[in-house]
């Protein structure tokens, strides 16, 4: 693949290197187009490969997001969009500090930890108690008031792998409101059992939260090996107590700006709608962000640069790479504040890995069946299905449910996402190229069939 640089004019930047824009060679139709897409996709395996490799992790709020989205602003601009812009929003930033864990007795012995996003600090010297075990969130819950005064609550989960990831849904509250619930029963820290579904000796962080008025502890997740470990000493133990030290130096950096890169294929219309393609350009800081969500960048904007390929599409297709989604949704709610008056005539995310398309579903069905029904048709030659759901859309796209607008679901195979997703082994080796040339394809067929679509197309 020719390669050319790209010197940019702020000498202070870093230079990227980018592939040229490639994609099918002028395909005759949308069809031609999205098939090409699938065995000859460059561009979204370019953009992945290239922000893992010339940025890597891109936590939101930080410098390192603010390489993350310069990089992507000349990756849209060297490859032909138009209107490329990063726009700016305020956010509350937290970082990570020294983060061990111990079992101090009657089992001594170092475990792997991580803090969650939003973790209060233990102080240098750590906090060291007895951990109390709850197999479950409504076990915690189930705990008296005040009863874990001074004590580490320790929450489990048993997460199984899913195509759909369903089982994020039913394991994740752990990690989301864990934490919080401990904090309110007096807990001095917390620690869960990763919310993930691999045997390596990685915590998986994200972020956690606290309610109202209830004081934010130190919250941290066990690896899964080392989570077993604690679940087996407590099997021995019997009676008497372990005791854990815990040390997490997170900071509070205050507010920082972050901002979304946007970037538009201009149609023939520009007065129709959009339709709206969303992924996040943050990631959590312990992998390079490649399976979460560098690679859903790339399938977005090379679906929109496959669809024009075969020629101006009516309508505008938009880009929307969201700033900070991982701490609190910040960039896809600053876009919707900022663009609510604009009309969106159809959203869709890619933020759940880089793996084939299974499924296809809209929020339509009901409304528009004729466009529901091309599509299904139109998708079914790259082995998708359609469900009988209802889209709903992901975290990047608040601007679309806020206008009650038009959603798609591209469901992706989610069977080994949560092996990888927010630990150090969301490295871009995990990216499959044979099923995400298959997953662009799909996109490249469903954007511009939507871009190209002259009436309205409604939402549920
Ligand atoms: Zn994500
Ligand atoms: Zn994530």
């Not at 010197?7 to 099918?24: E, H, I, V, W, Y």
């Not at 066990?222 to 040390?247: H, Q, W």
């Amino acid at each position: 693949m020719h390669r050319l640089a790209l010197a940019l004019a702020a000498a202070s930047l870093p230079t990227f290197a980018f592939a040229q824009a490639a994609g099918p060679q002028t395909p005759a139709t949308l069809e031609a187009s999205a098939d090409a897409a699938l065995t000859d996709d460059v561009l979204a395996w370019d953009f992945v490969e290239g922000i893992t490799t010339e940025v890597g992790p891109r936590q939101a709020g930080t410098e390192a997001e603010k390489r993350g989205r310069d990089w992507a602003v000349a990756w849209l601009n060297a490859n032909g969009f138009a209107n490329v812009a990063d726009e700016p929003f305020e956010m509350d930033t937290w970082v990570r500090g020294t983060e061990t864990a111990e079992i101090v007795s009657p089992y001594p012995q170092p475990f792997h930890v991580a803090a969650l996003g939003t973790s209060a600090s233990t102080g240098n010297r750590g906090i060291t108690a007895e951990v109390v075990e709850f197999d479950s969130v409504a076990a915690l819950q189930a705990a008296p008031e005040g009863s874990l005064k001074g004590k580490i609550a320790y929450i489990s989960n048993n997460m199984t792998p899913t195509q759909d990831g369903s089982q994020y849904g039913f394991a994740g509250p752990a990690r989301w409101v864990g934490a919080g619930i401990a904090a309110s029963k007096g807990a001095v820290a917390s620690v869960i059992k990763s919310v993930g579904t691999d045997y390596h000796r990685n915590p998986h962080v994200g972020g956690t939260s606290f309610p109202e008025g209830v004081k934010p502890i130190p919250a941290g997740a066990l690896s899964n090996p080392d989570a077993a470990n604690l679940e087996r000493m407590f099997d021995r133990a019997g009676d008497t107590p372990i005791t854990m030290k815990l040390v997490l130096t997170p900071r509070d950096l205050g507010t920082t700006t972050s901002g979304n890169v946007v970037g538009e294929i201009v149609g023939r219309d520009p007065s129709l709608p959009p339709v709206l393609v969303a992924c996040h350009i943050d990631s959590w800081d312990l992998g390079t962000g490649a399976i979460d969500d560098g690679a859903g960048c790339g399938i977005v904007a090379a679906a929109a640069k496959h669809a024009a390929a075969a020629g101006q599409p009516l309508r505008t297709i938009r880009v929307l790479m969201a700033g900070a989604e991982e701490t609190g949704l910040w960039g896809s709610e600053a876009y919707s504040k900022a663009h609510i008056d604009e009309p969106i005539a159809v959203g869709l995310e890619s933020d759940f890995g880089a793996d084939r398309i299974w499924k296809f579903e809209s929020n339509f069905a009901k409304s528009n069946p004729d466009l529901h029904k091309r599509i299904a048709a139109a998708v079914a030659r790259f082995g998708v299905s359609t469900g009988t759901g209802v889209a709903t859309g992901g975290a990047d796209i608040n601007i679309v449910r806020d206008q009650n607008g038009a959603i798609i679901d591209l469901s992706q195979d989610g069977t080994r996402y949560f092996d990888l997703h927010h630990t150090p082994d969301d490295t871009l080796d995990k990216i499959d190229p044979e099923q995400l040339r298959q997953n662009v394809a799909v996109w490249t067929q469903v954007v511009g069939l939507l871009a190209n679509e002259p009436g309205p197309i409604k939402g549920q």
